[in-house]
């Protein structure tokens, strides 16, 4: 796992800084190359953290052949199986890295690569024979690759981060408004969107030339699910677990220490279950705090399953020394995007002790959740007429409903969507915290929310044949399911550490996003693939406990805060030139006064606050 830099540009600019900025991504090795080339100059700078092939001879960025250099963030799983390929083809190779198998593979197979890789990416190539610039994020966007293009001055710069990108001098830093409109909806922004105008990632299956004859940028998509026909290899196996076996049997290469984010939870179980003796960290919460939250317990599954199959558990204990006004800024400052999600705290702090434990490479269960149903939301999708019914005799009890906490924050999205005619809107009402009638209310440019429909209508059109749970997983790849991958990326990588996620891969998302829904789910239950695994070896009461999900006691941090310093953050920021906080006073009045748990909208408040802080 590294960090990328680089640039296509009318003057030579040193990456020294921009590296600096990211170099918790590579703390073994800093090092940029440069060209110039018909009236352009030429970039590309790396921070290496070195996962394979330690040698610095395997440091980039990497000369092949006198013709191309790259610069590479991620891993390719199957780089010993290509190697082995590419060597029957003639190729010879001087390291034992995956960055030379990469490099290879593209000049043997060009544009056609991507069907012989599987692994998470961004890279970039310069290509001196064909004078271009091939840039590619792999096929499900694990790994980040920002970019911004100026078509008057035909530049390119792009980077692993933010923070980086944006220490070019020549790029505009701009919140947009339309992206505000999106956040409020969903807490998060659809690929290829960041919340700043014009600044872009590269979508997941996704892949831009820059030609250095004529300055032009092309863009495309190599890999897109919905119109993506059955990939070989599942031809031969169409057994899930051989496919679930195999990506675990790969990911688990490491030149370096490796160990597992344990949860309790069926998706990390499914993981520790395939390896031998593995070493697994759990988050632990103070038990007053959950309570107080209503949010599950998975610190007691994961010592329970621990011991019924002899795991190595190594506590982390979380406080609520996290759940601050000062956690929030920190939030803001290393995710980047308008990206509301608290995870990143929790993230960063296990991955920090992975790290002081001396383990470089961390596998993780996050994707499971949308590869195989996972989600409480999915059944709702699926089965909404019934919960229509269930809506209309729970209606009268909607007040003692919201009694309970667990429930208290969910009820008013589950009644916005049964009462969503439209997709798009009752989709979004299904993850994010507002209903449309109250971000009509809080939006202060109304045109931000039909934008958003069509954003979303063009995803929808690609699987307008496909059941309404199959809308769900494929708006999920672009949306939901990125912007934790994001959350994971930069948290982790904060700490200089690798997270893997083996049971999110190109082979399992075509297989199940072609599998027929009951064999995914069913009104009694999700994961059943994954469950159906475990069920050899754990008891059901196990197997079908309550989903808890990796969230910190929300509850406590808004308690934390209080109404008044919620009032004053409102009145002392900038809120005001994007949104219409009238309706904010409204929200902190009704939550401190026990009428309504608004625990998640103004956390997302607050979240947006601190962005348009840190970045106006």
């Known amino acids: 796992m590294c960090g990328i830099v680089g640039y296509i540009a009318n003057t030579k600019i040193d990456l020294s800084v921009n590296l600096k900025k990211i170099k918790h991504r590579g703390p073994d090795a800093q090092n940029c190359y440069y060209d110039f080339l018909n009236n352009k100059y030429v970039g590309l700078g790396h921070t290496r953290l070195s996962i394979i092939d330690l040698d610095s001879v395997a440091n980039q960025p990497f000369k092949y052949n006198d013709r191309y250099v790259i610069v590479f963030n991620?891993?390719?799983?199957?780089?010993?199986?290509?190697?082995?390929?590419?060597?029957?083809?003639?190729?010879?190779?001087?390291t034992s890295s995956d960055t030379e198998v990469l490099i290879a593979a593209y000049d043997c197979y060009g544009e056609n690569i991507f069907e012989h890789l599987d692994g998470m990416f961004a890279f970039c190539i310069y290509d001196k024979l064909e004078n271009k610039i091939f840039c590619a994020r792999d096929h499900l966007g694990i790994k980040p690759f920002y970019y911004y293009y100026d078509d008057n001055t035909k530049e390119f710069y792009f980077a692993s981060e933010l923070k980086a990108l944006f220490e070019f001098k020549k790029i505009p830093k701009k919140i947009s408004h339309n992206a505000v409109c999106e956040f409020l909806f969903n807490g998060w922004l659809y690929e290829p969107d960041t919340g700043f105008e014009n600044i872009f990632k590269i979508m997941p299956g996704g892949y831009i030339e820059f030609d250095l004859n004529t300055y032009g940028m092309k863009t495309n998509i190599y890999f897109d699910v919905a119109i993506q026909e059955r990939i070989s290899e599942l031809n031969k196996q169409n057994n899930i677990e051989h496919i679930i076996d195999e990506s675990i049997k790969r990911q688990c290469r490491s030149d370096v220490p490796l160990a597992v984010f344990f949860s309790g939870g069926i998706d990390s179980t499914v993981i520790v279950s395939k390896i031998d003796k593995p070493v697994c960290l759990t988050a632990k919460y103070d038990e007053t705090d959950i309570k107080e939250s209503g949010i599950g317990n998975d610190f007691y599954y994961s010592n329970k399953i621990g011991k019924l199959l002899k795991l190595?558990?190594?506590?982390?204990?979380?406080?609520?020394?996290?759940?601050?006004?000062?956690?929030?800024?920190?939030?803001?400052?290393?995710?980047?995007?308008?990206?509301?999600?608290?995870?990143?705290?929790?993230?960063?702090?296990?991955?920090?002790?992975?790290?002081?434990?001396?383990?470089?490479?961390?596998?993780?269960?996050?994707?499971?959740?949308?590869?195989?149903?996972?989600?409480?939301?999915?059944?709702?999708?699926?089965?909404?007429?019934?919960?229509?019914?269930?809506?209309?005799?729970?209606?009268?009890?909607?007040n003692i409903i919201k009694k309970k906490k667990s429930l208290a924050k969910k009820v008013d999205r589950f009644f916005s969507f049964i009462s969503e005619k439209d997709f798009v809107y009752a989709y979004s009402s299904l993850i994010g915290s507002f209903s449309k009638y109250e971000i009509k209310k809080l939006i202060k440019e109304k045109s931000g929310i039909e934008k958003y429909h069509k954003k979303i209508s063009v995803f929808l059109d690609k699987v307008k044949f496909k059941s309404a749970y199959k809308k769900a997983f494929y708006l999920d790849l672009y949306g939901f399911l990125s912007h934790n991958f994001m959350i994971a990326d930069k948290s982790s990588m904060q700490a200089s550490i690798e997270v893997r996620v083996p049971l999110v891969n190109k082979y399992l998302v075509v297989s199940n996003f072609n599998e027929v829904d009951k064999k995914l789910l069913d009104f009694?239950?999700?994961?059943?693939?994954?469950?159906?695994?475990?069920?050899?070896?754990?008891?059901?009461?196990?197997?079908?406990?309550?989903?808890?999900?990796?969230?910190?006691?929300?509850?406590?941090?808004?308690?934390?805060?209080?109404?008044?310093k919620m009032i004053k953050i409102v009145n002392d920021g900038s809120l005001d030139k994007y949104i219409n906080t009238k309706y904010i006073y409204k929200l902190i009045e009704e939550h401190f006064s026990n009428k309504n748990n608004n625990t998640y909208k103004l956390w997302q408040i607050l979240y947006l606050n601190f962005f348009i802080e840190a970045n106006e």
């Open 74 to 94: 991620g891993e390719i799983y199957n780089y010993i199986e290509l190697r082995k390929i590419l060597k029957e083809k003639g190729y010879v190779f001087s």
């Open 312 to 398: 190595e558990i190594k506590d982390i204990e979380l406080t609520n020394e996290e759940l601050s006004v000062d956690a929030i800024r920190n939030i803001v400052k290393y995710s980047e995007e308008l990206i509301a999600d608290y995870t990143y705290q929790i993230s960063e702090k296990i991955s920090i002790s992975a790290r002081r434990l001396g383990y470089k490479v961390m596998l993780s269960g996050m994707g499971a959740d949308e590869i195989f149903g996972g989600y409480p939301r999915y059944k709702v999708v699926k089965f909404k007429k019934i919960f229509l019914l269930i809506g209309i005799l729970l209606k009268p009890f909607i």
């Open 524 to 564: 009694r239950n999700k994961k059943k693939q994954l469950k159906a695994i475990l069920k050899r070896i754990l008891p059901n009461e196990i197997i079908n406990r309550k989903k808890t999900g990796f969230n910190p006691p929300m509850d406590i941090l808004i308690k934390n805060i209080g109404k008044d």
